[in-house]
Nanobody, 113 residues
Framework: QVQLVESGGGLVQPGGSLRLSCTAS????????MGWYRQASGKQRELVAR?????GTNYADSVKGRFTISRDNAGIYLQMNSLKPEDTAVYYC?????????WGQGTQVTVSS
């Protein structure tokens, strides 16, 4: 079983920035891909950004140019700039190991003035 722990969420004003972190209980180099998903109230969970073991990344169109996903030996990160109210959601860390998928418990991001 892989444990994923997110941190870094909170309340921020529109135009502000937050940095989310996700640490895993296994070596990052054993994980084929990791990503960030989000789920706003009353909506389906959606992909925000993803990074593969090879370093390839992809982003949802709604966050391109504002969010950046990165990775180091400890975990993955999501730098979120120019935040908008529509970015408000619970953000979940995700990991794919072979045919298995693991999720973190989520961290709330609220963008409001």
């Amino acid at each position: 079983q892989v444990q994923l722990v997110e941190s870094g969420g909170g309340l921020v004003q529109p135009g502000g920035s937050l940095r989310l972190s996700c640490t895993a209980s296994v070596s990052i180099f054993d994980i084929q891909a990791m990503g960030w998903y989000r789920q706003a109230s009353g909506k389906q969970r959606e992909l925000v950004a993803r990074i593969t073991l090879g370093g390839g990344t992809n982003y949802a169109d709604s966050v391109k140019g504002r969010f950046t996903i990165s990775r180091d030996n400890a975990g993955i990160y999501l730098q979120m700039n120019s935040l908008k109210p529509e970015d408000t959601a619970v953000y979940y860390c995700n990991a794919n190991i072979q045919l298995l998928t693991f999720w973190g418990q989520g961290t709330q991001v609220t963008v409001s003035s």
